[in-house]
């Protein structure tokens, strides 16, 4: 698949290296890693740049965590063979676009993205008020464009930042796709796909231009995607005269809503290292079965014969994840009868848990004693990505006008 056609359906997704990876990324990311690189062209990236936004000051944290976080992705599942491994930071192209987008990006759009505010809020013990934590969305749009994703998976949280990021490629498109000869390469473009269809696609156009007509805006851009006799240049230039603009030189890129589990965590809240409520990947059985029997429970419970509601336990919040519904209907019946008691309803997660996690541990122990296998895969996969940039940023720098010698 080319790496810059319009048809392509790449995704785009990374992690921070900020600390051990645990069941909440496994269930809330991973899982649906696995699935998307078997339908999809996948990048998978180590975001290490953006873990600096808030780990400025402790940043060997970040370089432990980096080959670490690796070693999970393959234990889990996630293969080089499918999907391209990479470290941001080995790609300085990801640097050099984020520059360049920083220049035509308002100020406001920055500032009005919804976790700035919320992060700034919920570590306040941080000094987040820097230029890097203020542009690091931006730097999120320079990672998706880079690469001409096409989709990008998030969860209902994120979708404002796959919004920016499609603003920020229809203001470059249109302050940079047209050329003085753009009118006239989009005329020569149209004779090339044949008289039936360039007669279709001159009245989709009109239809959108001088109607609105959303659907034939979304007919016309299957047209296109179905020309299999012209160039991408000539397919990119047709999508931009098509929509009264210029040659889209950034695709925009779709939000792809992730199904996945919220992963509570064993207090009751999301599972995170910053509430120290996790279990982590690799983590031994005797450690996350301790961690599993020491979680509260319905704080009416007091004594084995009191009768509790496992809505307010958050036990009852993993066996919707990891129990039958058999197992489930006996928990609810037991304990709201006070037929069994806390440790008997969470011996079904502590074996699950370990059932899960067993096989994760002996991979990431695979790899960990071979990791020259680890260093090539990740060697292998920023090569391609960094193929794949710098033919966006040979586009780019040729429609600013700075591709000097």
């Not at 990876?21 to 699935?35: A, C, D, R, S, T």
Request: hydrophobic content about 35%.
């Amino acid at each position: 698949m080319d790496p810059n056609s319009s048809q392509s359906q790449r995704v785009l997704s990374g992690m921070r290296p900020t600390g051990a990876l645990h069941l909440g990324h496994l269930h809330g990311v991973l899982y649906n890693w696995l699935k998307l690189q078997h339908t999809h062209e996948c990048f998978f990236f180590v975001a290490d740049w953006h873990a600096l936004t808030t780990e400025y000051d402790n940043t060997r944290v970040i370089s432990q965590s980096v080959m670490d976080m690796v070693v999970d992705w393959l234990a889990v599942g996630v293969n080089p063979n499918a999907a391209t491994l990479f470290v941001q930071s080995h790609i300085p192209e990801h640097a050099e676009l984020h520059l360049l987008l920083s220049m035509i990006t308002p100020l406001g759009w920055l500032e009005r993205v919804p976790t700035y505010k919320d992060q700034q809020d919920k570590l306040k013990e941080k000094d987040l008020a820097t230029y890097g934590f203020l542009g690091y969305p931006l730097l999120q749009s320079a990672d998706i464009l880079v690469y001409k994703a096409s989709h990008v998976p998030v969860g209902e949280d994120q979708v404002a930042h796959v919004e920016l990021t499609r603003e920020v490629a229809r203001r470059f498109n249109f302050l940079y796709g047209k050329t003085p000869d753009f009118e006239e390469r989009a005329k020569l473009a149209i004779a090339k796909i044949g008289k039936k269809n360039a007669k279709l696609y001159r009245q989709y156009r009109k239809r959108y231009q001088e109607q609105g007509d959303q659907e034939s805006l979304e007919i016309a851009h299957a047209l296109l995607q179905s020309q299999q006799n012209i160039s991408i240049r000539d397919r990119e230039c047709l999508f931009g005269y098509l929509r009264g603009e210029g040659k889209t030189i950034l695709p925009e890129p779709q939000p792809l809503l992730a199904k996945t589990l919220k992963m509570t965590g064993l207090d009751g809240q999301k599972m995170s290292k910053s509430y120290q409520n996790t279990i982590s990947l690799r983590e031994e059985a005797a450690v996350a079965e301790k961690k599993i029997r020491t979680m509260p429970t319905d704080p009416s419970r007091v004594k084995r014969t009191d009768p509790g509601e496992p809505q307010k336990c958050p036990v009852w919040q993993l066996h919707k994840i990891y129990s039958s519904d058999e197992v489930q209907h006996w928990v609810q019946e037991g304990c709201r009868s006070a037929g069994i008691g806390c440790i008997e309803c969470k011996q079904p997660v502590i074996d699950a848990v370990e059932s899960e996690l067993k096989p994760i541990r002996e991979r990431a122990l695979e790899y960990q004693q071979d990791v020259s296998t680890v260093r090539g895969i990740i060697r292998e996969g920023c090569d391609k990505a960094r193929d794949v940039a710098r033919a966006t940023l040979d586009d780019v720098r040729e429609a600013i006008g700075m591709a000097h010698g």
